[in-house]
Nanobody
Framework: QVQLVESGGGLVQAGGSLRLSCAAS????????MAWFRQAPGKERECVAA???????YVADSAKGRFTISRDNAKNTVYLQMNSLNPEDTAVYYC??????????????????WGQGTQVTVSS
């Protein structure tokens, strides 16, 4: 059974940093895309960052220059380093893993496995 478990969310002041972690178990995702999505109240879930090891990385325009996605294949873990946070980054952040072998998808329907979400709140 595949499980994705996020950690690292919390409350931070504007300008601060957080690092989210997502530990995968049940299978390895070395060759598959993994991503971070977020969903703010009343808004659609959006892809913030995604990567496929050795192939390419995607970062949303709203996060470029501030967020970095990375993975440790030995630990089957993906990270999201978030710097210069602002109140617009407040959302529930979800880790996701895909079963597709092509590209780096950024749409929800491309990801088959999801974590339970971790809350990130940025105060002004």
């Amino acid at each position: 059974q595949v499980q994705l478990v996020e950690s690292g969310g919390g409350l931070v002041q504007a300008g601060g940093s957080l690092r989210l972690s997502c530990a995968a178990s049940g299978r390895t995702f070395i060759s598959y895309p993994m991503a971070w999505f977020r969903q703010a109240p009343g808004k659609e879930r959006e892809c913030v960052a995604a990567l496929r090891s050795g192939i390419s990385t995607y970062v949303a325009d709203s996060a470029k220059g501030r967020f970095t996605i990375s993975r440790d294949n030995a630990k089957n873990t993906v990270y999201l380093q978030m710097n210069s946070l602002n109140p617009e980054d407040t959302a529930v952040y979800y880790c996701a893993a895909s079963r597709l072998r092509l590209g780096v998808p950024t749409t929800r329907d491309a990801y088959a496995y999801w974590g339970q979400g971790t809350q990130v709140t940025v105060s002004s």
